[in-house]
Structure formats: structure tokens, C-alpha cells
């Protein structure tokens, strides 16, 4: 049996020691953006927004866990529904591991919890991989992160390498319009599948320069799939950090058409706790290779960032670049046209290259024997098609 060739043996010398940076400020389009690139740096900050809240807080996670980071936020939200903020929490059903009983207290000292379909009906199949939590409706915190120890350790503990960035401005409006349609729904007991599908197709994600698009089943595209999609038709220059890259056909040929145009970067994951997903993505290494895209798997620890850079445009929020996250699970995704807060994101996309290693053509030949090809097919199969839950449990020897 042929073994994926892992990074780090194939090439070691090609990977540099890293550490997480800095956070950093931005303020584009009358938006005031800061950027926590490290798990302490968002668990603080987090923590913050919930201590200080004076009015109200608004919080929905895809994954929420009983360890210690989660009885910790636990324990700062029924403190905050206690001095009498009003408190709406919302966690999915299938990602996150507590329940009613773990959020008693809450609920005692007034907050407001329910969960996405925690029933089954045809809307189980969705997911709210959203992450949401808005403070006093002044400041909102979004991103890729969830309430799980994991998302906030460091690097050298092979924590999840996320963005998680606060927002201050119009924008803040847009998404509290969004959470307060999300909680009418999830709340409702006799709340319809096609009610949410509706919810998706309807959302006015307003107008550019600063958008806030939503992702999510309904026929035809969603905002989020469907701007994306358009982007990348006219793009020219492309730099992406994402933890599952599997998008469909026509998306790889733009991104392919971007690419032979000369600068197409993305840094994907080396690690992962779903091992298929990077099976998946490297099933596609081929024919981007050969277009001149340049692709780097980022290596220190897992990967989670969800980050694009188009030409001036720039993309944030919780959506991966695959066909779940584009088409069927509920994304929330912020996007600014900003020529500074595109050239400082993509500055942040360099600083991860070298802690990455560089797939290149040659590299990829090694890697792609037939035995691991079909397992990067079964992999995509398993993920695209199927469903990450399955994936997890498949052990494909990735």
C-alpha cells in the first residue's frame, strides 16, 4: 500500500519555524476592523465583548463543546444575563455537544437559548456554520472560530489556525437584521424548511463597496455563492488562506483562468482533524498546477482561516471554498472592496507561505501514485457528495 507522501518528510527543509502574529487594525470604507490571528487574541477578545456588554448579546456557533473554554464563555454569558443583558445564544444541532441541561443556568438568569434543528426534518441536512456574536449591536466579532479549546490554542498544540475579526460600523446593522431572522427561525417549533430556504433566496446583502452576504440551500445561488461566483469571472489576481478547498467545476476553471493570467496563491491545509478534506483538495492540484497557480499546505498545525483577496476585493467570514459551505450550509461572509484592506490581507497571506510547504508540479508527481489518487477521489466523494460526518469516520490512511 502506498502512503501519502506527508509534507514535512517530503520536503522539511522547506518549512520555517511560525508563530501566530499580532492582531492588527484596519479601517476600510468607514468600517473599523480588527484582526486576531491567534487563539488567545480571540478567546480574549471574545471574553471582552461579552464582559463589557451593557444591553444586549447575540452569539450563534456551528460547534459549541463542554471543556473548559466552553463552561468558560458559559460562565461570562450567564454573568452578562445576570446583570440584565439580554442574551441570545443559538448553536447547531449537529455541530455542537450541549444541550439544554448545560445552559440551565443561563436560561435561569433570563438568556435565550435554542438550537438549529434539533429535530429531524428535511432542514437537518443543513448545517448554521455560521459565527456570529454581535455586543450592544455596536461591535460584531465573525470569523471561522468556534467555542472549543482547539480553536484557541497556539500552533505548538496543534490548535486550529483561525481568523476571527471585530467590526465596528454600518455593517454591524446588516448583520444584527440577519441573527434576528436566524433566531425567529430557529426559535419557531413549526418553523418550515422553505422558510429558511425563502430567509437565503431574499437576503439584500446591500450594495458594494460593503456587503454582508449569506449562504445557504434555495434555488438558484444565495448572495454568497453567487457574488463570489461573479467575482471570480472578471478577477485577475487571486490570494486565498482556506481549510477545505473543493469547489465545484466552473469555480476551479475561473480560478485556473486567473491563475494563467500569472498570480494565483492559495495556502491550504497540511493538517486537519478531517484528513479527507485535504485528500479532496489535492485531487484537484493537477490542473491548477499546471495553469501556474501556485499552492502552499500550511504545515505548523491545523488550518481553519477562511480568507479571500480578489484584485481589491476582499472576502471574510465563516464559509470554506467547497460545495457544502457554497451551497448548502447557512455561511455568513463579509464582503469590502478596499484597495488598502486587500494589499494589508494580502501581505497576510504571504506571511504564511513560509511555514507552508510549496506543492509544486514535481512534487505533486511523487504524491500522485494510483493508489493515493483514488483515495483523494473518495476522499472528495466523501466530503462534496457525501458529508463531512462520514468523512471523519472514514479512515482513509490520510
Excluded at 480560478?255 to 485535504?278: E, F, Q, Y
Excluded at 507561505?353 to 494510483?370: K, M, N
Aim: net charge positive; charged share 25%.
Amino acid at each position: 500500500m502506498d502512503k501519502v507522501a506527508s509534507p514535512a518528510e517530503t520536503r522539511p527543509e522547506a518549512v520555517s519555524p511560525y508563530r501566530d502574529p499580532e492582531p492588527f487594525q484596519v479601517t476600510a470604507q468607514g468600517q473599523d476592523l480588527c484582526f486576531f490571528p491567534s487563539g488567545a487574541g480571540r478567546l480574549e477578545r471574545l471574553l471582552e465583548l461579552i464582559e463589557k456588554a451593557q444591553v444586549s448579546l447575540k452569539l450563534a456557533f456551528y460547534v459549541y463543546a463542554d471543556d473548559a473554554c466552553g463552561r468558560r464563555v458559559r460562565e461570562a454569558i450567564t454573568a452578562a444575563a445576570r446583570r440584565g443583558v439580554r442574551v441570545s445564544l443559538i448553536v447547531d444541532g449537529f455541530g455542537a455537544s450541549v444541550d439544554d441541561a448545560f445552559f440551565a443556568e443561563l436560561e435561569e438568569a433570563g438568556g435565550h437559548f435554542c438550537i438549529f434543528s434539533r429535530r429531524w426534518n428535511p432542514s437537518y441536512v443543513i448545517r448554521n456554520h455560521q459565527k456570529i456574536v454581535v455586543a450592544d449591536e455596536r461591535t460584531a466579532m465573525l470569523g471561522g472560530f468556534n467555542i472549543e479549546e482547539d480553536y484557541f490554542a497556539p500552533p505548538e498544540k496543534n490548535g486550529w489556525r483561525d481568523l476571527a475579526f471585530t467590526v465596528e460600523g454600518s455593517l454591524v446593522e446588516r448583520v444584527v437584521d440577519w441573527f434576528d431572522q436566524l433566531e425567529q427561525w430557529t426559535g419557531n417549533p413549526r418553523a418550515h424548511f422553505r422558510d429558511i430556504r425563502r430567509r437565503v433566496r431574499a437576503w439584500d446583502p446591500g450594495v458594494a463597496p460593503v456587503q454582508l452576504l449569506i449562504g445557504g440551500p434555495t434555488i438558484g445561488l444565495s448572495t454568497w455563492s453567487r457574488t463570489v461566483s461573479r467575482d471570480l469571472i472578471r478577477g485577475e489576481k487571486l490570494d486565498m488562506i482556506m481549510a477545505y478547498f473543493a469547489p465545484a467545476y466552473r469555480l476551479r476553471k475561473r480560478i485556473r483562468r486567473i491563475a494563467a493570467k500569472g498570480h494565483t496563491r492559495l495556502i491550504l491545509a497540511g493538517k486537519s482533524d478531517n484528513p479527507a478534506t485535504i485528500g479532496a483538495s489535492r485531487t484537484l492540484y493537477k490542473k491548477l498546477l499546471r495553469d501556474r497557480a501556485r499552492i502552499f499546505e500550511f504545515q505548523p498545525c491545523k488550518l481553519h482561516t477562511k480568507l479571500i483577496v480578489l484584485d481589491d476585493t476582499v472576502y471574510l467570514g465563516s464559509a470554506n471554498f467547497d460545495m457544502r459551505s457554497l451551497y448548502v450550509n447557512l455561511e455568513i461572509v463579509v464582503r469590502i472592496e478596499d484597495h488598502g484592506l486587500a494589499e494589508r490581507l494580502r501581505a497576510f497571506v504571504a506571511e504564511h507561505e513560509p511555514a507552508s510547504l510549496e506543492v509544486t508540479a514535481e512534487l505533486y508527481r511523487e504524491w500522485a501514485t494510483p493508489w493515493n489518487r483514488l483515495r483523494w477521489w473518495l476522499s472528495w466523494f466523501l466530503t462534496s457528495v457525501v458529508d463531512y460526518s462520514i468523512s471523519r469516520n472514514v479512515n482513509l490512511g490520510l
